[in-house]
T-cell receptor
Framework: GQNIDQPTEMTATEGAIVQINCTYQ??????LFWYQQHAGEAPTFLSY??LDGLEEKGRFSSFLSRSKGYSYLLLKELQMKDSASYLC??????????WGAGTKLIIKP | GAVVSQHPSWVICKSGTSVKIECRSL??????MFWYRQFPKQSLMLMAT?????????EQGVEKDKFLINHASLTLSTLTVTSAHPEDSSFYIC?????????????FGSGTRLTVV
């Protein structure tokens, strides 16, 4: 079956660094997305990885290891506005996004 | 970047009435549109996938006669919740892919919060 595993909730301090891990199992694989979702809002695109390695984009970086079925999102210099849910979503062989429940990130001053 | 406009943002309707939700791709042609539903503190649940000019493909457990999807053009898809009931109250979100440009991600509309009273 298809499965996404992320921590349910994480807490970090403003200005710090946090890493959100994701392991997945899918029928086929066509890359993996990370989305940010604030409460009551739609998800917004953060990153897309299809090759192994690290992709850096400003304060956010995303890593992928296809052989391990593993990805992480790294957030640096945390700001209060980063408090949100972070969704790891791989694309299966049909180019369908597979969604987990996401990780709720709480930033404390 | 790609933008998907979704309307209305929120709607309250009486039980038994129908509600139509529109999603428009503003600066690209959305050959495929996805419709999701999300209950509080739960993950996005795919309801159906629609391709322009053809019938939508519904996920298991989603009633196609209750959730009518029309994707008549490359820039517009609509979801109509027919004979709505309180249990249909949820956050409905559309998403579109800009052709084959997977690397740009799947763009989401802003969502519609439906409350059936």
């Amino acid at each position: 079956g298809q499965n996404i595993d992320q921590p349910t909730e994480m807490t970090a301090t403003e200005g710090a660094i946090v890493q959100i891990n994701c392991t997945y199992q899918t029928s086929g694989f066509n890359g993996l997305f990370w989305y940010q979702q604030h409460a009551g809002e739609a998800p917004t695109f953060l990153s897309y990885n299809v090759l192994d390695g690290l992709e850096e984009k400003g304060r956010f970086s995303s890593f992928l290891s296809r052989s391990k079925g593993y990805s992480y999102l790294l957030l640096k210099e945390l700001q209060m506005k980063d408090s949100a849910s972070y969704l790891c979503a791989p694309l299966d062989s049909n180019y369908q996004l597979i969604w987990g429940a996401g990780t709720k990130l709480i930033i404390k001053p | 970047g790609a933008v998907v406009s979704q309307h209305p943002s929120w709607v309250i309707c009486k039980s038994g009435t129908s509600v139509k939700i529109e999603c428009r791709s503003l600066d690209f042609q959305a050959t495929t549109m996805f419709w999701y539903r999300q209950f509080p503190k739960q993950s996005l649940m795919l309801m159906a996938t629609s391709n322009e000019g053809s019938k939508a493909t519904y996920e298991q457990g989603v009633e196609k006669d209750k959730f009518l999807i029309n994707h008549a053009s490359l820039t517009l898809s609509t979801l109509t919740v027919t004979s709505a009931h309180p249990e249909d109250s949820s956050f409905y979100i559309c998403s579109a892919r800009d052709g084959d440009r997977v690397v740009n991600g799947y763009t989401f509309g802003s969502g519609t919060r439906l409350t059936v009273v």
